[in-house]
């Protein structure tokens, strides 16, 4: 029990990490990627907007001369060059003089060194210098100087980006959380998953242990649903109703078996015994005693070789080839022939072609004319055999006994004693025999066989009374399918 949980904890946990992993994994890179296309779409955008003010600056310084004072902060009436172009950036400036002296200090105030008096000094309009990362106040700036021209100053442009950096590390960090609780979310969903999964399973490994344990076939598998787990289960509970039918029925023959070999043994032993007084007996009843000891003898033979031939045809292990049911019969026939004397005949019909195990479709066959030629032995009226297949004005066989549609079906016709009305239902039971037959050697194994080679081969046994006297009985088989 232990382990089977442990089992089924590791399935579930593999289902959850293998979900969690997916989940994590697929989050990580869309987070990744949209964070990645957001920091470059804002840090673009800030770049572009900073470098549009700084041309438009320099435009200006040189469309027309401008000084220091042009840029001091006006009244709100004065739409100054301050104003219309660099305040709406919201910007940081800082006007410098002659030699780089502050006239209007920003806010916070820029630094100047000797790079930015140099462009102070210059003589030509809109020169410039451009310092990437400053310092200021404990934000970090880019910072751009650009000259008025004729050695009358400068002005100095500053865009925060530290700001911007922190709005782009605090949505950095949101997205962790969120891949952290994406990630949490799917193991849940994953754990719960995997356990509505695995429930299932659970229940059906129980069942199989339990099988295992007590060896009880009749376990009755719980299956719900139609995906793969709930055929798996029907697989699974009609594997353990066919096992434990093959359970029952070899309990089955071995009772009978057990029950049809004690009276020949018992008579055997019997006979045995009287061996040991065999000088004392008179030579008729010598003889009487071996012909006893010789048929009890032959007949144990032939119970043990039906019981063979019995859980043989059983294992199924034969492979199924295309074959004749008609070439079949007519073989069987010749050595009937040899073994009894009497006239058998074939008759065939319709397409007689089937898809089978040769030895075991002989051994039925050969058993329904030995039967016949049992129950028939001081007969004189040939036994007839007849194969009639599915025809196109007959697409289903025989009407009277047609199994499946396209079966082909085996008669075996004798002039025998029949077989009363009550026998009929039970003559292909294990070990019947009617009380004509009692007498007669046999173990009434023969026709239990036939019904095992029909049966495996999609038909039907049958035995009805036949017109003008004897027995009509036979079986069913699953024709071939037409070749191509």
Same mark, same amino acid.
């Given at each position: 029990?232990? =382990?089977?949980?442990?089992?089924?904890?590791?399935?579930?946990?593999?289902?959850?990490?293998?979900?969690?992993?997916?989940?994590?994994?697929? %989050?990580?890179?869309?987070?990744?990627?949209?964070?990645?296309?957001?920091?470059?779409?804002?840090?673009?955008?800030?770049?572009?907007?900073?470098?549009?003010?700084?041309?438009?600056?320099?435009?200006?310084?040189?469309?027309?001369?401008?000084?220091?004072?042009?840029?001091?902060?006006?009244?709100?009436?004065?739409?100054?060059?301050?104003?219309?172009?660099?305040?709406?950036?919201?910007?940081?400036?800082?006007?410098?003089?002659?030699?780089?002296?502050?006239?209007?200090?920003?806010?916070?105030?820029?630094? $100047?060194?000797?790079?930015?008096?140099?462009?102070?000094?210059?003589?030509?309009?809109?020169?410039?210098?451009?310092?990437?990362?400053?310092?200021?106040?404990?934000?970090?700036?880019?910072?751009?100087? +650009?000259?008025?021209?004729?050695?009358?100053?400068?002005?100095?442009?500053?865009?925060?980006?530290?700001?911007?950096?922190?709005?782009?590390?605090?949505?950095?960090?949101?997205?962790?959380?969120?891949?952290?609780?994406? $990630?949490?979310?799917?193991?849940?969903?994953?754990?719960?998953?995997?356990?509505?999964?695995?429930?299932?399973?659970?229940?059906?490994?129980?069942?199989?242990?339990?099988?295992?344990?007590?060896?009880?076939?009749?376990?009755?598998?719980?299956? %719900?649903?139609?995906?793969?787990?709930?055929?798996?289960?029907?697989?699974?509970?009609?594997?353990?109703? =066919?096992?434990?039918?093959?359970?029952?029925?070899?309990?089955?023959?071995?009772?009978?078996?057990?029950?049809?070999?004690?009276?020949?043994?018992?008579?055997?032993?019997?006979?045995?015994?009287?061996?040991?007084?065999?000088?004392?007996?008179?030579?008729?009843?010598?003889?009487?005693?071996?012909?006893?000891?010789?048929?009890?003898?032959?007949?144990? %033979?032939?119970?043990?070789?039906?019981? $063979?031939?019995?859980?043989?045809?059983?294992?199924?292990?034969?492979?199924?080839?295309?074959?004749?049911?008609?070439?079949?019969?007519?073989?069987?026939?010749?050595?009937?022939?040899?073994?009894?004397?009497?006239?058998?005949?074939?008759?065939?019909?319709?397409?007689?072609? +089937?898809?089978?195990?040769?030895?075991?479709?002989?051994?039925?066959?050969?058993?329904? $004319?030995?039967?016949?030629?049992?129950?028939?032995?001081?007969?004189?009226?040939?036994?007839?055999?007849?194969?009639?297949?599915?025809?196109?004005?007959?697409?289903?066989?025989?009407?009277?006994?047609?199994?499946?549609?396209?079966?082909?079906?085996?008669?075996?016709?004798?002039?025998?004693?029949?077989?009363?009305?009550?026998?009929?239902?039970?003559?292909?039971?294990?070990?019947?025999?009617?009380?004509?037959?009692?007498?007669?050697?046999?173990?009434?194994?023969?026709?239990?066989?036939?019904?095992?080679?029909?049966?495996?081969?999609?038909?039907?046994?049958?035995?009805?009374?036949?017109?003008?006297?004897?027995?009509?009985?036979?079986?069913?088989?699953?024709?071939?399918?037409?070749?191509?």
């Amino acid at each position: 029990m232990r =382990r089977r949980l442990r089992q089924v904890s590791s399935l579930r946990a593999t289902f959850t990490v293998s979900f969690a992993a997916v989940a994590a994994a697929v %989050t990580v890179l869309v987070g990744f990627l949209s964070y990645d296309a957001a920091a470059r779409l804002v840090r673009v955008d800030q770049q572009t907007v900073f470098a549009e003010v700084v041309q438009d600056l320099r435009d200006q310084v040189r469309e027309r001369p401008l000084d220091p004072g042009d840029f001091a902060p006006s009244d709100l009436d004065h739409a100054g060059p301050l104003e219309d172009i660099i305040r709406p950036s919201r910007t940081d400036v800082q006007v410098l003089g002659a030699g780089g002296a502050i006239v209007d200090r920003g806010v916070p105030p820029l630094p $100047v060194n000797g790079r930015d008096r140099a462009v102070a000094g210059h003589a030509a309009a809109g020169a410039l210098v451009e310092h990437k990362d400053v310092d200021v106040a404990g934000d970090r700036y880019r910072l751009t100087t +650009v000259s008025l021209g004729g050695g009358r100053g400068a002005v100095q442009v500053a865009q925060q980006f530290s700001d911007t950096e922190d709005l782009l590390r605090e949505l950095q960090q949101r997205t962790v959380l969120l891949v952290g609780a994406v $990630v949490i979310a799917a193991g849940l969903f994953g754990w719960w998953l995997a356990r509505r999964i695995t429930r299932r399973l659970v229940r059906l490994a129980g069942a199989a242990e339990d099988v295992a344990r007590t060896g009880r076939l009749g376990i009755q598998v719980p299956v %719900t649903g139609h995906d793969e787990v709930a055929r798996l289960g029907r697989s699974f509970d009609r594997m353990l109703g =066919r096992l434990a039918q093959s359970e029952e029925d070899q309990r089955r023959l071995v009772q009978d078996a057990g029950h049809e070999l004690r009276t020949p043994l018992t008579s055997l032993r019997t006979n045995i015994s009287m061996l040991r007084r065999i000088d004392e007996l008179p030579p008729d009843a010598r003889e009487e005693l071996v012909a006893d000891l010789a048929l009890e003898s032959r007949e144990l %033979t032939d119970l043990v070789n039906e019981l $063979v031939a019995l859980a043989a045809g059983q294992s199924d292990t034969e492979p199924v080839r295309r074959l004749d049911l008609a070439e079949l019969a007519e073989d069987v026939a010749i050595v009937a022939r040899r073994r009894t004397g009497r006239d058998i005949t074939v008759r065939a019909a319709g397409d007689t072609a +089937v898809d089978g195990r040769p030895t075991a479709l002989q051994r039925a066959v050969s058993n329904l $004319v030995e039967n016949a030629a049992k129950f028939d032995r001081g007969g004189t009226a040939p036994i007839e055999v007849v194969v009639t297949g599915p025809t196109p004005a007959s697409p289903t066989g025989p009407a009277a006994f047609a199994g499946p549609q396209g079966s082909v079906c085996v008669e075996v016709l004798d002039r025998g004693p029949g077989i009363g009305d009550d026998d009929l239902e039970r003559v292909f039971d294990r070990f019947y025999r009617t009380a004509d037959a009692r007498s007669l050697p046999g173990s009434g194994l023969g026709l239990s066989i036939v019904r095992e080679v029909s049966t495996a081969h999609g038909g039907t046994p049958f035995a009805h009374p036949r017109k003008g006297g004897g027995t009509v009985i036979g079986f069913t088989v699953e024709g071939a399918p037409p070749v191509g």
